[in-house]
């Protein structure tokens, strides 16, 4: 019923904006991003001496001014390699090892596929197949590869990575326009080996052609030039696979505050039936103990981990690891990164085996009727000022409120692992994926699922 009236409210809403602002979408000329981005598939520790390249049509060959291609020659060949001559020179070569083209002095060596279509654009690198160019720069010993490639070709390969190809068309649609805010955000990010954005999970997974499908173009090409921005703004468009009941704030997971990255209610999600939505995990006391180690906090063997605060949404903020040599607090994100084997999310409870498991609460009465209550948190007003409780037993007498706090989550035996027990993927913050999924079965298209996650954000025409 109330899903039903805010469906409603949405349609109505929409009519409305629709007469004020053309489809919901704002035209904004102060926010400019390239149509074309450069993106880093080898680079550093991944560099080659050499790689082959295939294209159905041949290459012409050159050179790159920032995103813009200057082309000095056509290659006929279709297949070739690029390598290092004897003088350390990017050098294209035939598959008899001809020199065909050579970077003149360290500008690099570009190449770029002869097509006469959008299904010919296409060349593979080791086996690999991407649109766009190439361009290849001397490395250390090695060379790095750079695909520079039209935003929205970049787009085909990255939404299709992030989502399935078989969901709503309108999930889709609210993935690409994350995934372009992203790109847009993180221009130069890699500034330092001359692309913007890398190709892995530490930037947005792409691997060129390899998922495309009919509804990726569809959805990317609906939304071409669409950015979030808040404010004329464009937003930080952070995502995750899933959330549990609701998303989080951007200030208990990474400490800041962002307008519209807070908490808003995540129910379309469907926790309990998609893939990691609820999980559990048990590692032992030695495994816990090297995570800690190789997360840089050593604290010897791990005897107990406890966690000292929820987020209002229920996260884990604040988590105290006890070991036998010393004690660490970690905070926010830390929580969920130290165990990340089996924390899926900061969402979670954990209980050591050697814990009897029990529920603190006080004990109150108004002089007729006795009633628990479970306190969240314990504060003393002293002399002193404001302190927070950490005993096990208080007492207090003043006539009115008799007794007690007790603790029952006391160490009965020394723990030899932890179970962990949780809700969600993902840090939390921004649009949950599998919620997105959700509003779109439901009804709902890109813009109202943006709009949702992104408080206060609107959808803005940028090229
Ligand atoms: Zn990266």
Redo the contacts with the bound molecule.
Sequence with gaps: MKRKFKKTLCLLLSILCSVACIGGITANAEVSIPSVIKV?LFYGSNAKTSFGVSCERGYYAGWFDDRDFKEDKIIENTDIKIGLDTNGQVTAFDLNGNLLYQESGNQGLGISPIYTNFWEERFSIDGTSYRGSLYFIKDGDGIAVINIVDMDQYLYGVVSREMSDTWPIESLKAQAVCSRNYAAQ?LN??SAYGFD????T???MYTGIEREAQSIYDAVDATRGQVLTYNGELCKCYYSASMGATTEDVKYVWGNEVPYLVSVDNSYEDTENIPNGVWSGVITVDEASTMMRNKGYDVGDVQKIEVLEYSPNGRVIKMRVTGNTAIKTLEREACRLVFSTVTKSQMFTVVGDGEAEGHAYVAVTDGQKLARVRPGKLELLTSVGRSEFQGETLYTTNGRYQKTYQDSTEVSAANKSFTFRGQGWGHGVGMSQYGARGMANAGYNYADILTHYFSGAEVTQVY
């Design positions: 880093g993180n990010k890699h954005i890398c190709a892995n530490h930037c947005q």
